[in-house]
């Protein structure tokens, strides 16, 4: 497999493209195995719960300092009850010297994942964490207009005063983008727009 020796950065297309080429490895001995739900769950966590809060654990992940084998000692210390297939996927990626990868393996997994399931990922924007009320009315709304299992990914975003933001894929529910679908009179869509934008009242909570 040919590689770039390079670093990635939060934007670097190198890193998204590696990033796939190992999920696509990880995903298709975990459909194989029946494994993926559990490994994507471990994998989540090793990345939501662990890297994100802890820097010295990115920088030791990411460092060409530190040897493989050492790295490999940390994951057995850090993953002892994950998936066997989890850990031995994250050793290989260590004796390639490509842990630094691994947030971008999960987020390229995740998607994947979705996409072989046939569910859509929407990132729901709101001023305060949703409850399981809000979280259903999305749900179903969202369900309802694309035809598709939608899955929600929940960002808490303080400049978002009332109602909620949409994004799934290139498509944003916002009140620019309701402006342009009521112009080409697209009744479903723009219904669905309004809904979120002119009565969040219904979605979310005084």
Known sequence: MS???SQPTTLDVGA??????????????TQAEGSTDQVLSEFNALCDEGLAYHGQLRAAFASPRIDSAEKCRVLDRLLADAH??????L????????????????DAMVKLHDEASGRLLAEVRTAVPMD????????????????KTVRLHEVVDPD???????????????SSVAS???????????????????????????
Do not use: H, W
């Open 180 to 206: 342009q679908i009521n112009k080409v009179g697209d009744a479903a869509a723009a219904g669905f727009a309004r809904q979120l934008l002119d009565r969040p009242s219904q979605f979310v909570g005084g």
């Open 132 to 147: 399981d009320g809000l979280r259903e009315a999305v749900n179903q709304q969202l369900n309802s207009y694309f035809s």
């Open 84 to 89: 066997p297939t989890l850990l031995k996927f």
């Open 160 to 174: 978002i005063i009332g109602g909620l933001v949409v994004r799934v894929g290139d498509t944003v529910f916002d």
């Open 3 to 5: 590689e770039s020796v």
């Open 16 to 29: 998204e493209q590696l990033g796939k080429t190992y999920a696509r490895a990880l995903l298709g001995v």
């Open 91 to 106: 050793k290989v990626m260590a004796g390639r010297q490509r842990l630094a990868y691994v947030t971008a393996v999960r």
